[in-house]
């Protein structure tokens, strides 16, 4: 059995505001996400479960057309294929677990997140 820390994970740099560190396992992806202030995460959605928690900082976020803040220690549940999006109101860290896998992210699919 393999110990990782955040410290071991190296980081993929999304964009100039943007890093994310993940670990994926056969039925499970755990991410960190580094939000600068302003980012944006352009609307989205996808087939995975997703529970994303904000560990610090504060996003503006949108699901399923509803708006609403998350600030440290808040927790929402995005069920598989609804549209959401955010903008990181400060610098944020983002933790964030999907189930199943995220493939896409293994194979590059994750313009969204690349602001391309």
Excluded at 2 to 31: F, N
Excluded at 44 to 49: I, R, S
Aim: net charge negative.
């Amino acid at each position: 059995m393999d110990i990782y820390t955040w410290d071991t994970i190296k980081e993929d740099v999304l964009s100039p505001t943007a890093g994310r560190k993940a670990l994926h396992g056969q039925m499970i992806t755990l991410a960190r996400f580094r939000f600068d202030k302003g980012n944006k995460v352009a609307m989205h959605h996808h087939p995975n479960d997703q529970i994303t928690t904000v560990q610090s900082g504060s996003i503006k976020m949108v699901c399923g057309g509803e708006e609403f803040i998350l600030k440290a220690g808040d927790m929402v549940h995005v069920p598989p294929d609804v549209p959401h999006g955010n903008e990181a109101l400060e610098d944020s860290v983002i933790i964030e677990i999907f189930s199943p896998v995220r493939q896409d992210w293994i194979t590059g699919d994750d313009s969204y997140l690349r602001q391309k």
